[in-house]
């Protein structure tokens, strides 16, 4: 009941992601529609209910530009789990403030890189014109597309392709 479910807008445009057990209290409820299942039943004393995997909202959700929130997570997969100094693939990896927070920089997109630890410790609290290091490339805030913001589950779900390419 905690697999993950695409929510659709009425639209078809791709909203978030439930739970298995919220999709069919909504389904219930009328508020939205079976649009994919293949996941096997829910057997009830009555009946059997199909597991849903896609469902679309019968009213449509108006809501603001989707972003990607700024997380470790997130800064990492956006620098495809790289050190942005050395190109190194690590899996201790920092995140770390491009402008040093000390010296006023910011906690944004285009001042957080991913950095292993060696890089991190050997450019220490200095900001980066100090340092040997030279960054692979410039941080930007990553794409609100749908294939962004639900890349990672869509590896465990590709029946989302579908629904989510061109979003
Ligand atoms: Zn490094």
Not at 22 to 27: E, G, M, N, P, T
Not at 65 to 81: G, K, P, S
Not at 105 to 132: D, F, I, M, Y
Request: aromatic share 8%; charged share 20%.
């Amino acid at each position: 009941m905690d697999a993950p479910v695409l929510v659709l807008n009425a639209n078809f445009e791709p909203l978030n992601v439930c739970n298995t057990r919220r999709a069919v209290c909504l389904i219930f409820s009328g508020k939205a529609d079976l649009v994919m299942n293949g996941r096997g039943y829910i057997q009830t004393v009555t009946k059997s209910i199909p597991i849903p995997s896609v469902i679309r909202l019968e009213q449509m959700v108006h809501r603001p530009r989707m972003q990607v929130r700024l997380t470790r997570r997130e800064v990492f997969r956006r620098d495809n789990y790289t050190c942005q100094y050395c190109g190194r693939h690590a899996t201790n990896l920092t995140v770390d403030h491009v402008v040093p927070k000390h010296l006023g920089g910011p906690h944004t997109w285009t001042n957080v890189v991913t950095a292993c630890p060696s890089c991190n410790h050997r450019k220490g609290a200095r900001p980066l014109k100090e340092t040997q290091l030279t960054l692979l490339q410039i941080p930007r805030e990553p794409p609100a597309n749908a294939h962004y913001l639900f890349g990672r589950q869509l590896a465990e779900n590709d029946e989302w392709e579908q629904f989510i390419r061109g979003w």
